[in-house]
């Protein structure tokens, strides 16, 4: 069930906790795949961990060890350039020629211009989970200390606490901003101005990955129900639920084509849902590498990239 409202104080309890000690919810673990993958898979023994693509760059994070993968979507067979990092990393975020790691083991923000490589690094209060850009300001979530850091530059300007149990991904959608906490699989309204966490609203039993499409709704990944939500953000309001069965996990959006894509860990599968219409429709269904834990869109040719976290390559798909 969905609850609104912020969390209850005192006797009356916390309407958006789900259970007495909340875990975040993971990725289903992966069988042995039963069909070919798809399209080309590009060699690679390391586990991805988050994949985004920057102009003709397609970036890959791998965790061992810890680096990102920069390769050329017009060649996928040359040898990619690996840009080593002080710690793995959780989120890619694109933004103005370059790519923003969070390294949440390292407490580090790495800013990675594409194609060159080049990296430079801030430095973190905390385990930073994930960023976003607004209005010219760095948007970080801080997974373990339950806030969201707005930086100018390289300097916090603010830091917003308040009714998160956990920080771990913050999303921009006009002129909302909403953040989102795994462990009370919840979403926030974020007040920039006012420095405070707002609303929340239930999002589902274990949401764990989450993107904004091209009509300003936030789509969430729900693990563990089974299904994808899509809020509106402003006002914060759940608009869509679809079952999903099978595991969903990894979540892209292609703006072109209005497509967002799931992973589905429990089979081995990428699905292409058109959201155009009052509930999403499936159009693509295709298989996977094991353990398709990440995927992205080439906003380009709309070709779909697949990552697996078990070191079973990288996978490129033109549907």
Partial sequence: MLVS?????GGGGDDLQVVQNPTAAVAATSPDPTA?????VVPQRAD???MVTAGRTLVAAVSEPASVLLYDLDDLKAKPRTVELPGPAAELTPVDGAVLASLPRAGTLARISVPSGEVSTVDVDGEPAATAVRDGQTLVA??????????????????I?????SADDVLVSGDATV????LRT???TVDLADGSIQEGLRAGDGATNAVVDAFGRVLVADTRGGGLLAFGADPLLLR????????????????????AWVTLTERNEVVGFDMRGGEPTEKFRLPTVRQPNSVTVDEQTSRVVVGSGAGEGIQVIAP
């Fill in 36 to 40: 070919e993958p798809a399209g080309q």
């Fill in 5 to 9: 409202g912020c969390s209850s104080e």
């Fill in 142 to 159: 801080v997974r373990d200390r339950k806030a969201v850091e707005v930086l100018e530059g390289d300097q916090v300007q603010k830091t």
């Fill in 186 to 188: 919840a979403l926030f």
């Fill in 179 to 182: 953040v989102l906490d795994r």
């Fill in 161 to 165: 606490t308040g009714s998160l149990y």
């Fill in 48 to 50: 991805v961990t988050s």
């Fill in 240 to 259: 869509q639920r679809y079952p999903v069965p099978g595991g969903i996990y990894g979540l892209a959006y292609d703006e072109k084509r209005h497509v």
